[in-house]
T-cell receptor, first 110, second 114 residues
């Protein structure tokens, strides 16, 4: 049930780009993305809804392929503040369960 | 702007002791949730409350009970704590349900069971 994310970890230099992938074995109604800094609570970044509607962050974009049950998060021109663990999350179609992905640790260095 | 407030932030228990984690939100949200986070396991849903007066089991409910006291408050109780319940617990709320709603998280409660 838990979505699988890749890569597990990535290290970037400031200004570089990164892509984080999220894959589910179940049909997806929506995909959510969160970022968690060490010792803090997860913070909402973005939600992608079936049909292509996207709500969320200005500087981070994402795609949602319903047929492949996959989503990708694109971080361009990374900044030091982008460091943290990124989680995707997917609700069941009935909306009575919500599964977070395995997480991707992203470190941006000067 | 308090958002979601959890208490206590840290707690150490002995095996078999009981305790209640408190959560309150001031955003007038309908839905509230309890998650636990363990290293390498990500966040897992324990219980949720879609609206005042209703509660439902999540992915890992065993060993826990919840109470939706009113629209603002949602508490999580460990009746007989076990070392396997050592974790970081997060309360969250959303205006709408889990399919389309942004989750707002509290700062977390770090529980150690000896």
């Amino acid at each position: 049930q838990q979505p699988v994310q890749s890569p597990q970890a990535v290290i970037l230099r400031e200004g570089e780009d990164a892509v984080i992938n999220c894959s589910s074995s179940k049909a997806l109604y929506s995909v959510h993305w969160y970022r968690q800094k060490h010792g803090e609570a997860p913070v909402f970044l973005m939600i992608l809804l079936k049909g292509g509607e996207q709500k969320g962050h200005e500087k981070i974009s994402a795609s949602f392929n319903e047929k492949k049950q996959q989503s990708s998060l694109y971080l361009t021109a990374s900044q030091l503040s982008y460091s943290g663990t990124y989680f995707c999350g997917t609700p069941t179609n009935t909306g009575n369960q919500f599964y977070f992905g395995t997480g991707t640790s992203l470190t941006v260095i000067p | 702007n308090a958002g979601v407030t959890q208490t206590p932030k840290f707690q150490v228990l002995k095996t078999g002791q009981s305790m209640t984690l408190q959560c309150a939100q001031d955003m007038n949200h309908n839905s509230m949730y309890w998650y636990r986070q363990d290293p390498g396991m990500g966040l897992r849903l324990i219980y949720y409350s879609a609206s005042e007066g209703t509660t439902d089991k999540g992915e890992v409910p065993n060993g826990y009970n919840v109470s939706r006291l009113n629209k603002r408050e949602f508490s999580l109780r460990l009746e007989s704590a076990a070392p396997s319940q050592t974790s970081v617990y997060f309360c969250a709320s959303s205006a709408t349900g889990m399919r389309t709603g942004e989750l707002f998280f509290g700062e977390g409660s770090r529980l150690t069971v000896l």
